[in-house]
T-cell receptor, first 111, second 113 residues
Framework: DAGVIQSPRHEVTEMGQEVTLRCKPI?????LFWYRQTMMRGLELLIY????????DSGMPEDRFSAKMPNASFSTLKIQPSEPRDSAVYFC?????????FGQGTRLTVV | GDSVTQMEGPVTLSEEAFLTINCTYT??????LFWYVQYPGEGLQLLLK?????DKGSNKGFEATYRKETTSFHLEKGSVQVSDSAVYFC????????????FGTGTRLQVFP
């Protein structure tokens, strides 16, 4: 298995632009998590899905952030409009009873 | 609510020293406990886990024991190597119902030759 696949690995965008981060979970995993990591705030859970249904989105910072999981093999995290304070590494993880497995992350820089 | 507390870093050690990274948790139920490791520029990798009280998880020379009486899951290694330098995260997870995964803030370990 290729593991959790995130794209792009790096994204640089201008303030105000829309940003879409993508995640392909491990096949057969029924939970998917989006995290944000910064030096200041550490690892923050933004939202997680179980069987493609959003269970808890209380970590989504504001309405500019949205996440979807249209099917079991794909999820997106969208920021519209983006701001410099959104600069961070965004991780996607999928889980089975054996544990949660992380992608390599997307490093987002908003200038 | 549920939470995980880790000792602040960085933890700085010489090669072959003994390592302990403290982790305590607050939980309303009976979670599984995990340690993850993050090497520079990479995502988090599962290091070890324990699913019930008194279980000991172990991997790559690291081990941690699920202590329900002290609500702790301290990470230990008898002899660290330079290659162990990374950030270590303690986490708890409920497999039933919501499958929520909660992390501590992470502890940076620096090992010098």
């Amino acid at each position: 298995d290729a593991g959790v696949i995130q794209s792009p690995r790096h994204e640089v965008t201008e303030m105000g632009q829309e940003v879409t981060l993508r995640c392909k979970p491990i096949s057969g995993h029924n939970s998917l998590f989006w995290y944000r990591q910064t030096m200041m705030r550490g690892l923050e859970l933004l939202i997680y899905f179980n069987n493609n249904v959003p269970i808890d989105d209380s970590g989504m910072p504001e309405d500019r952030f949205s996440a979807k999981m249209p099917n079991a093999s794909f999820s997106t995290l969208k920021i519209q409009p983006s701001e410099p304070r959104d600069s961070a590494v965004y991780f996607c993880a999928s889980s089975s009873p054996a544990g949660a497995f992380f992608g390599q992350g997307t490093r987002l820089t908003v200038v | 609510g549920d939470s995980v507390t880790q000792m602040e870093g960085p933890v700085t050690l010489s090669e072959e020293a003994f390592l302990t990274i403290n982790c305590t948790y607050t939980a309303t139920g009976y979670p599984s406990l995990f340690w993850y490791v993050q090497y520079p520029g990479e995502g988090l990798q599962l290091l070890l886990k324990a699913t019930k009280a008194d279980d000991k998880g172990s991997n790559k020379g690291f081990e941690a024991t699920y202590r329900k009486e002290t609500t702790s899951f301290h990470l230990e290694k008898g002899s660290v190597q330079v290659s162990d330098s990374a950030v270590y995260f303690c986490a708890l997870r409920y497999l039933l119902n919501t499958d929520k995964l909660i992390f501590g803030t992470g502890t940076r370990l620096q090992v010098f030759p």
